[in-house]
């Protein structure tokens, strides 16, 4: 049978030019120590060639993408109480809301009316909405926009929808199948990413207060491949990790979908899979996180290792998931200091994750939080896709996001980069070349209508709602 995946070569050193133009032909596959070493081993420039390389074996020279799509946040309530999050209320406060589904259904029709191909709908755990409530929703908008492609709710809201609304199964897997075949049917055609922040546990239990762990997430996502979707994983790092927990995570995301492409004898043809991975440094502003004092920040700290360093050598990737961090020399700090990400180290971070996740086929550029020129560099690190063009975001702009473009400054980032731009779908299946003189940017005659524009701070002032139960609803909130 033929292997999946390329073969390791643990004895190889990053520094060999010849292992790595394997890695970046797909003949070679790094390992996590191997991974690691591509942090300090290799000047900047030289990890970005190398995964430009293997960038360009996957996608080509030419043509580099970008999505329309509307990221729609349904609610702000949520009970999780995610250090990094400047987004979540706990549903009591003046500006905690709930969309009404006309006010989502509006937002998707300003999307179809631009050509916008997608809506990414995710929002906080909210246990106040039943099934009923997002079964009618997205039937509501397959009625009228079919040709939107719903790319919407992510892991950490499918685990929650296993408690909120207790659906029959013997196990966890069981009922997240069950809950997502009726999402599924009811218009939802895919999932987010959303909530991978860094999947090893001491990591994560610090940050991610009430939201699930790595198991679940991953859990969830292998669900919707096994139905045919395909998925994105993301990774928000920059914050109390360490570098080895970075490549944890990129290990994981790799493992399993080497387990699910198995089952679909290699090709993925018939299961759905991650399509994409994409990562960003962390947003400080408006967080509890990013009251956190800075790593170095104090004389006594210089010179010393990252307490995060620390914790995640004795982590082990994996191996020794319930370590004490208190008990670990080194780590006294753990949590209790940041070191944030700058652009060298996204940069970086993007770089490695193009070379080691070999079974991914895109890396997205996340100029959103790291800007349109840092986004626009990307685009030579490894990265192939430009996001979305996005009419709106809640999220990370609540936590100090400044940047929105619009298609023609996006078509103009790409081709300055030296690509023609191409607008693709969900599945990545270009629908618009833009490679003659009718393009986006190309028509522009005055920039300075089209720089980036600051997106708003705050979330969205809508109307706080009680859920309006259907008629069919008591049948749903009884199945709570
Ligand atoms: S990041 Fe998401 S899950 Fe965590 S508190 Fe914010 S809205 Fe809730």
Not at 319 to 344: K, T
Request: proline residues 6%; charged residues 25%.
């Amino acid at each position: 049978m033929r292997p999946i995946h390329p073969p390791e070569v643990p004895h190889a050193s990053v520094t060999d030019p010849g292992f790595l133009a394997a890695a970046a032909r797909g003949e070679a596959r790094l390992t996590v120590e191997q991974g690691l070493a591509l942090f300090e081993a290799l000047p900047l420039p030289e990890v970005g060639r190398w995964a430009d390389a293997r960038c360009r074996v996957l996608h080509g020279d030419h043509v580099r993408t970008y999505v329309i799509d509307r990221n729609i946040n349904y609610t702000n309530v949520c009970n999780a109480k995610c250090t990094f999050c400047a987004f979540r209320r706990d549903g009591t406060e003046s500006d905690a809301y709930t969309l009404e589904h006309t006010k989502i259904l509006d937002k998707v029709g300003e999307l179809a009316a631009i050509g916008g191909t997608q809506i990414l709908m995710q929002g906080g755990m909210n246990p106040d909405l039943p099934l009923d409530w997002y079964l009618t929703l997205l039937r509501a908008i397959k009625e009228r926009y079919p040709r939107v492609h719903v790319h919407a709710f992510s892991p950490p809201e499918f685990v929650e929808f296993v408690h909120f609304f207790d659906p029959p199964g013997a196990t966890f897997e069981e009922k997240v199948r069950w809950v997502m075949v009726r999402l599924r049917e009811a218009g939802m055609d895919s999932l987010p990413g959303g909530g991978g922040e860094i999947f090893a546990a001491p990591v994560r239990r610090k940050i991610g207060l009430g939201k699930c762990d790595a198991e679940s997430w991953l859990t969830v996502m292998y669900v919707a491949h096994t139905l045919g979707m395909f998925t994105s994983a993301t990774m928000m790092f920059g914050h109390i990790e360490g570098r080895a927990d970075r490549i944890h995570h990129m290990h994981l995301v790799r493992e399993w979908q080497d387990r699910v492409l198995a089952g679909s004898g290699g090709s993925g043809d018939r299961r759905g899979h991650y399509k994409a991975f994409i990562s960003w440094p962390f947003q400080r502003e408006n967080t509890p996180l990013g009251r956190v004092k800075d790593w170095g920040a104090d004389d006594a700290e210089l010179g010393r290792e990252f307490p995060g360093d620390a914790l995640a050598r004795a982590f082990d990737w994996g191996r020794n998931p319930e370590i004490d961090y208190r008990a670990v020399p080194g780590a006294a700090e753990f949590g209790r200091r940041v070191r944030m990400a700058g652009a060298s180290e996204y940069l970086r971070t993007q770089a490695i994750s193009r070379l080691f996740l070999d079974n991914i086929y895109s890396i997205g550029a996340s100029w959103v939080t790291m800007g349109p020129h840092i986004g626009q560099v990307a685009l030579a690190y490894g990265a192939n896709d430009m996001g979305s063009v996005m009419m709106e975001e809640n999220v990370v702009s609540s936590a100090g996001t400044t940047y929105c473009l619009d298609e023609p400054v996006i078509c103009r980032l790409i081709r300055d980069a030296g690509f023609t731009p191409a607008q693709r779908n969900n599945t990545y299946d270009v629908l618009r070349l833009h490679d003659g003189p009718g393009s986006p940017d190309l028509r522009v005659t005055d920039w300075s209508l089209h720089r980036a524009r600051k997106m708003h701070q705050e979330a969205p002032k809508a109307a706080k709602v009680r859920v309006t139960v259907s008629a069919a609803a008591p049948a749903a909130a009884a199945a709570r």
